[in-house]
Nanobody
């Protein structure tokens, strides 16, 4: 069993910053990628940022230049540094892990609320 534990969400004013963390533990065979999605009520979950095992990153256009995804491979932990936050960034943020031998694992989600 694999567990992803997220932390770092909360309430922040527009223009502020937050840092999300996600620590993976358990029977992980291999990690192809880790990253973050977000979801607001009534909408589909959308990709925010991902980091592949070789270190390549990918971002949604809406967060490019403001968010940075990084990973500590030794700790199986992925981070999302969010700067210049906007009210439209308000969502539940979900961490995920792609194990090519098993499939995707998801965290429980952490709420990020940006006030105007």
């Amino acid at each position: 069993q694999v567990q992803l534990v997220e932390s770092g969400g909360g309430l922040v004013q527009a223009g502020g910053s937050l840092r999300l963390s996600c620590a993976a533990s358990g029977s992980i065979f291999s990690i192809n990628a880790m990253g973050w999605y977000r979801q607001v009520p009534g909408k589909q979950r959308e990709l925010v940022a991902t980091i592949i095992s070789g270190g390549s990153t990918n971002y949604a256009d809406s967060v490019k230049g403001r968010f940075t995804v990084s990973r500590d491979s030794a700790k199986n932990t992925v981070y999302l540094q969010m700067n210049s936050l906007k009210p439209e960034d308000t969502a539940v943020y979900y961490c995920y892990l792609d194990d090519p031998w098993v499939g995707d694992y998801w965290g429980q989600g952490t709420q990020v609320t940006v006030s105007s």
